[in-house]
């Protein structure tokens, strides 16, 4: 069977496609105006049905979007996280390197447990970079409310300055409002 016969050699006559329709087809596998896998010419009602059929059924997302759990940790305690991540990963891999050069009796055993104990030393270093970046953070932009937090005097302090410079914004512009061109005080 050749490729006109499969597909419908005249669809101006009326003729029937000849040949294997994939039952699991869709309307865009399907051209114009072929026929249906029961034998039936596609027309327009049984595809306005058929959509209707489809909005009628229950609408259903790909996916649920969940609020997050926990908030975002800040940007510097995230990269110090990265940082340290990467550090044992090595750490890790080069303490994998040397036990595997140790039994093969290699020569670069002993430099890579001397890198690796280094490597370690690094890795616990980042570990604890991450706790202390967390807590500078929080006691900064005051996530800990304790009466001891830094944070909360500092906000004091910046509130304090922002008045002061409002204030002084506020009497040149009187000053300029009467005319006095700068000066404090007339003759």
Do not use: K
Request: aromatic share 4%; glycine share 10%; proline share 5%.
């Amino acid at each position: 069977m050749g490729t006109a016969e499969r597909r419908g050699a005249s669809r101006a006559g009326g003729a029937q496609v000849t040949g294997h329709q994939v039952v699991d087809a869709t309307d865009r596998d399907r051209p114009e105006g072929a026929a249906e896998p029961g034998g039936q010419e596609t027309g327009v009602p049984t595809r306005e049905a058929r959509l209707g059929a489809r909005e009628r059924q229950y609408y259903r997302p790909l996916w649920v979007e969940e609020p997050a759990r926990r908030r975002r940790l800040p940007d510097p305690v995230r990269t110090a996280a990265v940082r340290a991540v990467l550090l044992i990963a090595v750490t890790l891999i080069q303490a994998m390197v040397a036990f595997l050069c140790t039994m093969a009796g290699s020569w670069l055993a002993f430099p890579m447990v001397i890198s690796s104990v280094v490597s370690t030393i690094a890795a616990t270093w980042g570990a604890l970079d991450v706790w202390v970046t967390r807590q500078v953070w929080n006691q900064r932009n005051g996530v800990v409310s304790v009466p001891s937090s830094t944070a909360r005097a500092l906000r004091r302090e910046r509130r304090r300055t922002r008045r002061q410079e409002r204030a002084a914004e506020r009497g040149q512009e009187r000053i300029r409002r009467r005319g006095g061109a700068g000066q404090l005080s007339h003759p």
